[in-house]
């Protein structure tokens, strides 16, 4: 299984800058053909330039690749479909899509304007979507497909302001996990990235210039040239990258009680449990995560 991308089309939306631009000029140096999506909006998702795209376009070229620019949004059915049309029209095929497209509408949910929620929805949940279903039937066709979903621990953690954001970055995680399930025996893989990276994104989050100075976003893109690679086997799997570390991020359940009882639990006896409920010692990871545990508990009782 090779690491190279030889003969591959990937196609990498929001490549106009930042991250986008770093995983598209890596994935050209590996070999792949490359779509460069970028509408060239501002950060709020506001206006368009052409410009953006043709720039990377003209990168990738002049270091001896290929690469044609598309400047549709992600955020309709239209608009993905379209992308993957532009990937086919071009090279004949779509091996590799890394939804990385996206905007930033922060405010506290309680200053919160609902039609921001929904624009932010629209570009990244329904934006990974529509690219990622205009792409998924050709990958199961040709029995190869590596999807790469853009995630952020303001949707793994939280981040006070960005409670639009970080639903829709959290989102996405769910529409990975059945997509790897989905995808598995076509070899059509779906992880995802949760990056930390300098970009338009991180301008106003008051970051300090230092720290900000170690956050190149080529320090990102190996992880997505790996996962875009026929080396990957992994499915499902949430990596962290940010100024060259890198890691899994990775949810479990605690041990919990199984209480005795064969009728509901009173609620007295939930609370004086809550503690051992709630506990993180001993913890285990379940490789059906959640749902093992509890059957694993279940499995226990039955005993």
Request: glycine share 12%; proline share 2%; charged share 20%.
């Amino acid at each position: 299984m090779t690491l190279r991308l030889d003969g591959r089309v990937a196609v990498v939306t929001g490549a106009g800058a930042g991250l986008g631009r770093a995983h598209a000029l890596l994935l050209a140096k590996q070999g792949a053909k490359v779509v460069v999506n970028d509408l060239g909006a501002a950060m709020d998702g506001t206006g368009a330039n052409m410009a953006a795209a043709d720039r990377v376009v003209d990168e990738i070229r002049d270091a001896g690749g290929e690469a044609v620019a598309n400047y549709e949004s992600v955020a309709s059915k239209e608009g993905g479909e379209a992308i993957v049309a532009a990937a086919l029209r071009a090279f004949g095929r779509i091996d590799v899509l890394v939804n990385n497209a996206g905007i930033l509408r922060d405010k506290s949910f309680a200053k919160a304007n609902l039609d921001d929620f929904r624009t932010v929805f629209d570009v990244h949940y329904w934006g990974g979507v529509f690219c990622t279903k205009a792409a998924w039937g050709h990958m199961l066709d040709q029995g190869y497909g590596r999807v790469i979903f853009t995630t952020s621990i303001a949707g793994t953690s939280g981040n006070f302001g960005q409670a639009n954001y970080g639903s829709a970055k959290e989102g996405l995680l769910g529409l990975m996990r059945t997509l790897a399930i989905e995808g598995a025996k076509k070899n059509v893989l779906v992880n995802a990235v949760s990056p930390g990276a300098r970009s338009r994104m991180t301008e106003n989050l008051g970051i300090p210039e230092d720290y900000l100075a170690m956050l190149d976003p080529g320090h990102v893109s190996p992880a997505v040239a790996y996962l875009a690679s026929e080396a990957c086997s992994d499915t499902g799997v949430i990596v962290t990258a940010a100024a060259g570390g890198f890691g899994r991020l990775h949810y479990f359940e605690s041990l919990g009680v199984q209480f005795d009882s064969h009728g509901p639990v009173p609620v007295e006896d939930f609370a004086a449990a809550w503690d051992r409920i709630t506990a993180l010692d001993g913890l285990k990871a379940s490789e059906f995560g959640a749902s093992g545990r509890t059957q694993d508990r279940l499995a226990t009782r039955k005993k």
